[in-house]
């Protein structure tokens, strides 16, 4: 079996309070294309791409949703690995304490599957596999 590994950043998530402003911002101004949208139970999401670069962007429907502090900011990294549940096991090997549990959603792309972990600094890291 081979090692799982790390391929690269998969997304940076961004929330927004205006995700109108933000899509004119990242398509108009800088060029991104609209290549996903969707309504999830309390956010609207798009993802833009150039390139290789995707944002992901997340409007609370509540706006006061939007944590004090954070609106505009980068909510997480997503790393894109090769082997998500094995990348699990390899981390709790290693004392990593894992507190949720991996998710699946079949109606983006052709399906991924996530989990989110803290790192040392508090950071949120999304680990991210495309099925």
Do not use: W
């Not at 899509?23 to 999401?45: A, C, Q, S, V, W």
């Not at 939007?66 to 998500?84: N, Q, R, S, Y």
């Amino acid at each position: 079996m081979t090692e799982p590994k790390i391929t690269g950043l998969a997304h940076i998530c961004i929330r927004t309070r205006d995700l109108k402003k933000s899509l004119e911002f990242y398509i108009n101004l800088l060029g991104f294309e609209k290549t996903y949208e969707t309504r999830l139970p309390d956010f609207d999401y798009v993802l833009v791409k150039k390139g290789s670069m995707i944002i992901e962007l997340l409007a609370p429907e509540n706006k006061e949703k939007v944590i004090a502090g954070i609106d505009g900011t980068i909510d997480h990294f997503a790393l894109e690995v090769t082997d998500i549940d094995a990348f699990v096991g390899r981390l709790k090997n290693k004392g990593f304490e894992i507190k949720d549990s991996v998710f699946t959603i079949n109606n983006i792309e052709n399906g991924i599957k996530g989990l989110f972990i803290r790192g040392p600094s508090g950071e949120n890291i999304e680990l991210f596999q495309h099925l």
